[in-house]
């Protein structure tokens, strides 16, 4: 029994649900192209056995809301792989509960486990409005050098204990100001966000050239 101590089952709470329009989904579409484009997001045989990797998510109200109702719109499970998103690949983040490992969604597509770091980041200020998640191994790899906040390497991705850190990056970091973090137990992991999609990509962007400059 040890061994499935401290687990939490992912619980999707999902239910099948029309797209958004285009025009909702398009300025989040136009951010995610660029991060497909510079391979922040996507899907390679060449890394992580083939899985898609990276995810974006805008709020889709803006303003106060509790903790855990920030509903959000972000890329469904597996879309890595496509140049190009239609609104069928976007689906709709309703309640989040990443203590719980819990959300509830609806849309044309489920969401991934990683929308929780997700949840777990709007949860931290009702301001941040926009989150990506991108993986670069140039930035995960200088974290330290580039002084960005590193979640713990033993909390994997999609868990409670990665809501807990980063709640934790929030409260003894100047994650805040920051707006970037590194995710020590997610293998090339980083978020990037802010109250606006330039914010949260120019960071991102910033970032990784700063890091490929300490890599030349
Ligand atoms: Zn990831």
Redesign the pocket.
Known sequence: MAESEGIVKYVTDYTSAAALSAEEIAELNAWRRILYLAQLVGQSPERYMGYG??NVSRRLEPGPAPVTQRSFVITGTQTGNLTHLDPDAYTMVMECYPAENRLVAQGPVKPSS?SLTHGAVYDQDPEIMWVF?A?SPEIWRNADALEIPVTAADVP?GSPEMAAEVDRLFRETPLLERRIFSMGG?ED?IVSFGRTAEEAGDVLLNTLAAALALSD
């Open positions: 990797f990276g990683e998640h993986h991705y997610h992991g």
